[in-house]
Every structure is written in structure tokens, then in C-alpha cells.
């Protein structure tokens, strides 16, 4: 199949969407609008009760909004990961999902930082952080490295654009409304697909897709350093950075086998999207489950061997009173899909799909069991006779926030995906189409 | 304080008219112990002063005090320790029975909301078969501090003194330095103090006035210090635990005896909590032998929220024996 053949089945595939907007979709906004609001009143209470309607307290100074902070930032590397790494080994499946990649990296990149902000106590001096920076504190240095992180995939992201927009401008078969042409002629910066454009394009792709997956290596360090540098039991661990780094490739792949399985369903994409590309990222997420599944042993294992007195009584609690968040996260979070993918009688799209949302669920629960045992064991015991003192729980204010962010995250997609193509046009040109069915 | 900057409040005080202000001016750089003696002699002693137009007129010694009082000293003038000096406390064990004199008169000193304690009272047990003993935690004051290390906006550091502060006007209130710290002494204001705060200008060797949303901590009461007086909790204590002084001087003084710190540290075997960890605390203690009072004897006289904060170690401590 030719180059443009194979656009004007895609375009001919996204027509309805680019078009008309179903009434479903709009109820469907219309709620996650309704979460979202639902977070910033959450917001609002906190800003005007202060931080005392949250569930942190003197011991557990982050709580939730911190877990969401490293998960959302975890989730970024979908992109860093499909588009970054598989675009340096050029591999061919990728490309009907490069676009998704890359746009959870960019939408959760942007969710993430939100998370820490809510942490903050004096929201007004926020901007102390750039006017009266410290580079010897490690916030300092994730100040810059999201930023970093952020401008580079976010111009990643828009090289990719580029070639669509300029077959969003050229097309003539979808009736678009006069100022959606307009945005798309704007946002293409005269592209025409001349060898010389296409050159430049794919040589400065493939740079940034190098750059994006150095910076993201350095940005998820960073993060782990904020808990590692410190004193405390638990997070005082030299192998927090690339521990951290695995995690966070470990939920983007889970996202990303999410999101194929979503969008597959709702735009039918059952040509473009198949088995082939659930069973390759499963045994990506297969590999990445295994190495993080070992990075988890050896944490604990040397803490719990050494049973330095602080870290034993660490340990106790994870066994006791975080004792099933640590069976789910640690063992069934683990397992399950390194189970699922590795029996090949199992997978099936359901099954993968299955064994991503627990995987990417039981990441969540295991950030939590890393930040919220450790701040409730302080080396001076919590001697205290308020329960809310004593030991966290998160508050409505909280998990409203938290919800908001979810319904933020999923209405920046369903927003995206309506203003372009989820599958990128112009990588699609180049794919061999039947080789896709073959492998299948 | 620097020479530049006496000079100047000096001539501050020339504009208020009352040249007594001048010789409390001197008492900026060591002679305050006398005024304030004076001043909790009598109360309100009238006393004659002469006015920059040459005139003598009588006022209430309070008020001459209260003119007197030096400039408040702002995040920069904070910055700099007192010269010649490295403070040191010493926390004797044995005396301790958690009288929480140190912790209300803290409070009250420093207009601290009930839920926001600087100083903290910890009942502790090594292990299972040594004895229990009554804990006073101030902020330790560490010469490599883990706060001031991970601070991304420059709002708490370290004096030549030794002396950590946290300016709350720089503080973004992200608790990093909550984390950061060992010893939990820091603390975060999670809603509007409920204590009403003083009318005064904001100094970052007092705290206040106390601002939401701002991480607050001991600050050995620089304030005090900057009047040769001895922190509240020295003071306040009627078992004369806490001793207070100075390393330049060797010497450390409780209110009532004086001795030399290294020959206290030297006679009673003096250390410092968790040694290990690096962090160099300015706080030595003394270890609980001999003691003037049993440990059960900590547990009386308290108000039924107090004795309930102790229960779960209680119990803890009895379940591992």
C-alpha cells in the first residue's frame, strides 16, 4: 500500500471523529468536568482552611499528593520509553502508538508537578523557588529537571505534530470548521514535505528522542533523591534512583497496554492496534516487572537482613499494619503480570490489559507504602494522643484532588485525540501495513 | 551584629527624642543584663532623661525599656551569629521529670499554638532491659544540618553562633526540612495559629508573628540571647535540667550554677543522640544516673491529654521486657 493510500485510510477512519462529535462524548466531558471541579473545590478548601483539612500531620508531612507526584511523573515514561527508546531502535510496531506515547508523557508531565504544589504550605511564594533557588537542595534540581523534561518532550511531541498538521491542512475529504483549518495551516509552519523538511525533521527527532531518554533518566533520579538523600529509614537507600527509574518505566508500559486497549475500542482500531502490539508490550512490561520485582527484594532484603534497629521497626510496620497494601503491591502487582504474559496460553488482549491495570494500580499502592510506613516511623517514637497525629489517612480534600487529577488527565486526552488523529498519519506512511498482519 | 549597622540604630534612637536610648544601645552588645534586671526589679520606676532639645523629663522606666528595645532585627541581621560565640546546651537526664515547665514557657514565649510545640517531652526506653528515662528535645542545632542542607529557597540557615533559624517569611512551606531532620523537631503550622500573636514587626529569632503554612522550630531564643539572657526553657525549669552557654567560653550555666561544659561532659559521661547519623547536634545530654526522681514520678501531675501521649509506649515498652 502507498504512502498516501494509507493516510486516506486513516483520515477516512478518523472522519467521524474530526468531524462531528457524538453526544456520549460530550456527557463523558461533561463528567470528568464535574470530577475536576469536584478536585478544585477540594483545592479551595484547603487554600482557605489551610493544610489542616488534609490528612498530614507534623510525622506524615506528604501524604497522598506526593504518591500522586511520583506516580504521574512515573507515568510519563510511556513516552520516553515507546517514543524515545523504540524510536532509536527504529522498530516498526511502534509506530500506531507512538502518538499515545507521547502524549501521556507531555499531559501527565504537565499533571505531575500540580501534585507537589498541593504540598506546598505558602502557595503564594511559589515563585521563591525560581527568585531565591538553592541548587544545593534536590527540589532545586527537580525544579530544573522537570522543566527540562517538560520543554523537551513537549518540542518532541510537537515535531511529530508537524507532518499531521501539514496533512491536516492538505486534505480535502473531512469538512473541518474554518478556524480548526486555520490552527492546523498555523501550527504546520509551512510544511510541505520537501526532502529538505524531512531531513530536518527526522534528524532532529531522532536527536531529542536520544535527549528525552537521558533527561528522563536524570528526572526520575532526582525525584528518587528527594526521599534517598534523606535520613530516614526506608528512604535512605542508594538504590532508590534507578529503582525509582524501573518503577516508572513499569507503570508507563502498563498505561500505555491501558490506553491501546481504550482507544483500540473506541476508534476500532483493531487493524492498526493488535494482538502483536499487546503481546510486545506485555513482554516489555514482563521484563520491566521482573527487574522491579528485584529491585524491590533487594531493598527490603538488606533492610530487613541487617535489621538496623530503625529499619526493623520499619519493616515491622510494613508487616503488620501495611501488611496487604505490601501483598498487593509487592507480590500480586508483581506476579500477576509476569504470570500472564510469560504463559503464552494467556495471552490474550483481555488478559495483558488485565494484568496492566494491576500493575499500574499496585505501583501506586507501592509508592504509597514507601513514603507514608516511613514518615510514621520517626527515630524519636510519635508520642502523641491524637489519632490524626498518630498515624495518616488521607481526607476527602485529598482524594478529591487526586480524582481531579485523574479526570484533568483523561479530559487533556480526550481533548487531544479530538484535535488530531490518535495514530500519527505521517509515521503510519511509511509501515509496511501487511507485515503487521502478518506477525499477527 | 556588624559596626555599620550599630551605628545606624544608634541614630534611630537619637530620633526618638530620649538619650537614655543610648545607653541601652550599648547594652545591644552586652550590657542588657543590667536593664533587664532593673526592670524586673520595680515595676513601672518613673526615671529622668534627657531630650535632644535639652530638656529633662521624668517616664516610666517600662517605657524607657520598651524604646530601648533594639531595632528588630530582620533576616539579614539574623543571619549573622553573636561574634565570639558558639552556644551549646546540655541536657542533664537525671534531673528530668517532665515537669514540662521548658514546654509552657516555650509556648507562652513564643505566642506557640497548642498543637505546634518547639520544645517536646519523650518518654524512652533503649532497650528492653534498661530503664526508662524522660527525653527533652529541643532542636538540636546541628553543625551539619540536614534542614538547612535541603532548603530550596535559602529560608533556614546556620549561624557562626550555631544557631539554625528558619526565616518564615522566606519559607514556602514545603517540609523537606521536616523530612530532612532526624529528630522531628521541626514542626508545620497547619492552620491559622489560635493564639493570638503580638503587634510586633517579624524577626526571624522569634517566629513571630507565627505565619500558616510555614514550618516552625526551636530557635534556642536567639532573641533572649542577643540580651544576655538565657533561652525560656533554661529558665523556666525548676529541676535546673537544661544548662546553656557557650564552647568559646567553656562554660554552661543552668540559672543557678555555672560549670565548665567540658568538665560536665567529662565528669558525667555526656553524649549526643544518635552520634551516627553525622549530623553534629549542638545539644549534649547527660545520661539518667543517680537520678533525683523516678521516671513514674514524670507521669503526675498531668492534665489527662498529656498522660494519654504516653500510653502506647508504656505499653510497648512493658510488651517487649
Same mark, same amino acid.
Given at each position: ?18 468531524? *462531528? @462529535? ?5 456527557? $463523558?466531558? !461533561?463528567? /470528568?468536568?464535574? %470530577?475536576?471541579?469536584?478536585? +478544585? ?105 522537570? *522543566? @527540562? ?5 513537549? $518540542?518532541? !511531541?510537537? /515535531?511529530?505534530? %508537524?507532518?499531521?498538521?501539514? +496533512? ?81 518505566i513499569f507503570s508507563g508500559s502498563g498505561l500505555m497496554i491501558i490506553l491501546m486497549w481504550i482507544f483500540r475500542r473506541i476508534y476500532h482500531l483493531e487493524e492498526f492496534i493488535t494482538k502483536k502490539h499487546f503481546v510486545n508490550m506485555g513482554v516489555l512490561l514482563l521484563v520491566v516487572a ?53 504463559i503464552p496460553h494467556l495471552r490474550t488482549i483481555r488478559n495483558i490489559t488485565i494484568a496492566a491495570v494491576i500493575a499500574v494500580v499496585a505501583l501506586w499502592v507501592n509508592r504509597y507504602i514507601i513514603v507514608i510506613p516511613t514518615l510514621e516511623t520517626p527515630f524519636l517514637p510519635i508520642q ?57 | 551584629?556588624?559596626k555599620k549597622e550599630e551605628s545606624k540604630s544608634r541614630r534611630k534612637f537619637l530620633k526618638t527624642g530620649i538619650t537614655a536610648g543610648i545607653s541601652a544601645a550599648a547594652g545591644l552588645t552586652g550590657g542588657g543584663v543590667m536593664a533587664n534586671k532593673a526592670f524586673a526589679g520595680g515595676a ?278
Amino acid at each position: 500500500m502507498n504512502d498516501i493510500a494509507q493516510q486516506d485510510k486513516l483520515l477516512a477512519k478518523f472522519k467521524p471523529f474530526l468531524e *462531528t @462529535t457524538s453526544t456520549r462524548w460530550y456527557l $463523558i466531558l !461533561l463528567v /470528568l468536568i464535574l %470530577i475536576f471541579a469536584w478536585g +478544585i473545590s477540594g483545592l479551595v478548601t484547603q487554600i482557605t482552611g489551610g493544610h489542616i483539612v488534609t490528612g498530614m500531620r507534623d510525622n506524615v508531612v506528604w501524604g497522598v499528593y506526593i504518591v500522586n507526584f511520583i506516580f504521574f511523573m512515573g507515568l510519563s515514561y510511556a513516552g520516553a520509553l515507546v517514543s524515545g527508546v523504540l524510536h532509536l531502535f527504529n522498530s516498526e510496531w511502534r509506530k500506531p502508538i507512538i502518538r499515545m506515547a507521547e502524549l501521556v508523557t507531555v499531559i501527565s508531565l504537565m499533571i505531575g508537578p500540580f501534585f507537589i504544589f498541593l504540598c506546598i504550605g505558602r502557595l503564594d511564594r511559589l515563585h521563591y523557588l525560581f527568585i531565591h533557588p538553592r541548587i544545593q537542595s534536590p527540589i532545586s534540581w527537580d525544579v530544573i529537571g522537570i *522543566t @527540562t523534561d517538560l520543554i523537551g518532550c513537549f $518540542i518532541y !511531541l510537537y /515535531l511529530s505534530f %508537524i507532518e499531521d498538521f501539514a +496533512i491536516l491542512r492538505d486534505q480535502k475529504s473531512i469538512n473541518l470548521p474554518k478556524w480548526r483549518q486555520k490552527v492546523y495551516k498555523f501550527l504546520a509552519l509551512g510544511y510541505t514535505g520537501t526532502p529538505k523538511q524531512k531531513k530536518i525533521i527526522h534528524k532532529s527527532r531522532t536527536l531529542m528522542s536520544a535527549m528525552i531518554i537521558a533527561i528522563a533518566i536524570i528526572v526520575y533520579s532526582v525525584l528518587a533523591w528527594i526521599f534517598g538523600v534523606t535520613l530516614q529509614p526506608g528512604w535512605d537507600s542508594t538504590i532508590f534512583g534507578p529503582y525509582f527509574v524501573i518503577a516508572a518505566i513499569f507503570s508507563g508500559s502498563g498505561l500505555m497496554i491501558i490506553l491501546m486497549w481504550i482507544f483500540r475500542r473506541i476508534y476500532h482500531l483493531e487493524e492498526f492496534i493488535t494482538k502483536k502490539h499487546f503481546v510486545n508490550m506485555g513482554v516489555l512490561l514482563l521484563v520491566v516487572a521482573a527487574f522491579y520485582g528485584y529491585f524491590t527484594f533487594c531493598d527490603y532484603l538488606t533492610k530487613w537482613y541487617g535489621s538496623v534497629k530503625i529499619n526493623a521497626e520499619l519493616i515491622d510496620k510494613l508487616f503488620t499494619e501495611f501488611n496487604w497494601m505490601f501483598i498487593f503491591a509487592n507480590y500480586f502487582g508483581i506476579i500477576i503480570p509476569i504470570v500472564i504474559v510469560g504463559i503464552p496460553h494467556l495471552r490474550t488482549i483481555r488478559n495483558i490489559t488485565i494484568a496492566a491495570v494491576i500493575a499500574v494500580v499496585a505501583l501506586w499502592v507501592n509508592r504509597y507504602i514507601i513514603v507514608i510506613p516511613t514518615l510514621e516511623t520517626p527515630f524519636l517514637p510519635i508520642q502523641e494522643s491524637r489519632a490524626d497525629w498518630l498515624s495518616y489517612s488521607p481526607t476527602w480534600v485529598e482524594w478529591s484532588l487526586t480524582a481531579g487529577g485523574v479526570a484533568i488527565f483523561i479530559i487533556l486526552f480526550k481533548l487531544a485525540s479530538k484535535f488530531l488523529p490518535i495514530i500519527s498519519l505521517s509515521e503510519m506512511s511509511g509501515v509496511d501495513h501487511r507485515e503487521l498482519k502478518i506477525l499477527e | 551584629m556588624s559596626k555599620k549597622e550599630e551605628s545606624k540604630s544608634r541614630r534611630k534612637f537619637l530620633k526618638t527624642g530620649i538619650t537614655a536610648g543610648i545607653s541601652a544601645a550599648a547594652g545591644l552588645t552586652g550590657g542588657g543584663v543590667m536593664a533587664n534586671k532593673a526592670f524586673a526589679g520595680g515595676a513601672f520606676k518613673k526615671v529622668k532623661v534627657l531630650t535632644t532639645d535639652g530638656k529633662v523629663i521624668e517616664v516610666d522606666e517600662a517605657l524607657v525599656e520598651a524604646k530601648a528595645a533594639p531595632e528588630t532585627i530582620g533576616r539579614k541581621a539574623s543571619m549573622v551569629g553573636l561574634p565570639d560565640r558558639k552556644f551549646v546546651m546540655v541536657v542533664d537526664l537525671a534531673k528530668c521529670k517532665n515537669a514540662r515547665a521548658c514546654v509552657d514557657a516555650c509556648q507562652e514565649g513564643h505566642f506557640l499554638p497548642k498543637d505546634h510545640e518547639w520544645i517536646k517531652l519523650f518518654y524512652l526506653k533503649d532497650s528492653p532491659q534498661t530503664a526508662p528515662y524522660w527525653f527533652p528535645r529541643p532542636c538540636f542545632h546541628c553543625d551539619n544540618p540536614m534542614c538547612v542542607s535541603v532548603c530550596p529557597v535559602g529560608a533556614t540557615y546556620k549561624r557562626t553562633d550555631g544557631i539554625v533559624l528558619v526565616d518564615t517569611e522566606r519559607c514556602i512551606g514545603c517540609k523537606f526540612c521536616m523530612t530532612g531532620c532526624p529528630y522531628s523537631a521541626r514542626v508545620f503550622h497547619w492552620k491559622e495559629p489560635d493564639v493570638e500573636q503580638p503587634d510586633v514587626a517579624y524577626s526571624p529569632e522569634t517566629n513571630v508573628p507565627a505565619k500558616e503554612g510555614t514550618v516552625g522550630k526551636c530557635v534556642w531564643c536567639a532573641d533572649n540571647l542577643r540580651k544576655n539572657k538565657l533561652p525560656r526553657c533554661v529558665s523556666a525549669c525548676p529541676m535546673g535540667v537544661i544548662y546553656f552557654g557557650d564552647m568559646v567560653e567553656d562554660s554552661v550555666t543552668n540559672g543557678t550554677e555555672t560549670v565548665r561544659f567540658s568538665q560536665l561532659l567529662e565528669d558525667r559521661a555526656g553524649y549526643r543522640y544518635r552520634e551516627e547519623l553525622g549530623t553534629h547536634p549542638g545539644v549534649y545530654y547527660l545520661p539518667p544516673s543517680n537520678r533525683s526522681f523516678t521516671v513514674e514520678s514524670g507521669f503526675e501531675g498531668h492534665d489527662e491529654e498529656i498522660q494519654k501521649r504516653y500510653e502506647q509506649s508504656v505499653n510497648k515498652y512493658k510488651s517487649k521486657k
